[in-house]
């Protein structure tokens, strides 16, 4: 299995505001995933951080909204960008250990705009 | 591809049975099953691979059919700590990101 620790477990921010999430494992893993849960909703795919490369993002979901970097196979952070309402989700990393199996979940980060 | 779940909610008694199904439009690798209870991240429950497998978990058992592109989710005697909404993930191919269904969710009463 994998430990996941996910940080802030939740915040309060302001509109317009960036705010970026932690994401370490202690496993070593190729590839993490960042999706998005907002309130009463499904799991939405964010995008794929590989590491050592750009992180590729699904329909939707840009770049300069929802930088991701991906320093080392342990760690990953999500920063979302000029934020408003809108953005107010849970936040989640995760991954598969040995590119199959399971998805492991952080605890996530719930953000609430205001 | 957003795999498609039905029934969107279910209220049962304890000790009664529940099916959820999970369908998509795409061929599929495997079928993942999640419960998450309100305020928590999701937690696996079983993975499904192609070939048509069905697997048990306790009381809590799933199958694959993959000619159809289908698959569910039996809960039998339900208990209260089955309460939760339950997400099918999907992956076309091995090792990728799972795109979940929208889910279902499950309320168990005494």
């Known amino acids: 299995s994998a430990v996941i620790s996910q940080k802030p477990s939740r915040d309060i921010c302001q509109r317009g505001t960036s705010l970026t999430i932690q994401c370490q494992v202690d496993s070593q893993v190729t590839m993490m995933f960042w999706y998005r849960q907002q309130p009463g909703q499904s799991l939405t795919l964010i995008a794929t951080?590989?590491?050592?490369?750009?992180?590729?993002?699904e329909s939707g979901f840009v770049i300069d909204k929802f930088p991701i970097s991906r320093p080392n196979l342990t760690f990953s952070t999500l920063t979302v960008s000029n934020m408003s309402p809108e953005d107010s989700s849970i936040y989640l990393c995760?991954?598969?250990?040995?590119?199959?199996?399971?998805?492991?979940f952080g605890e996530g980060s719930r953000l609430t705009v205001l | 591809q957003q795999p498609v779940q039905s029934p969107q909610a279910v209220i049962l008694r304890e000790g009664e049975d529940a099916v959820i199904n999970c369908s998509s439009s795409?061929?599929?690798?495997?079928v993942h099953w999640y419960r998450q209870k309100h305020g928590e991240a999701p937690v696996f429950l079983m993975i499904?691979?192609?070939?048509?497998e069905q697997k048990g978990h306790e009381k809590i058992s799933a199958s694959f059919n993959e000619k159809k592109q289908q698959s569910s989710l039996y809960l039998t005697a339900s208990q209260l700590s089955y309460s939760g909404t339950y997400f099918c993930g999907t992956e076309s191919n091995s090792g990728y990101a799972l795109n979940f269904g929208k889910g279902t969710s499950l309320l168990v009463t005494p």
């Open positions: 995760s991954l598969r250990l040995g590119g199959a199996g399971e998805l492991f």
């Open positions: 499904l691979l192609k070939g048509g």
């Open positions: 795409k061929a599929l690798y495997s």
């Open positions: 951080a590989n590491q050592g490369s750009e992180a590729t993002y």
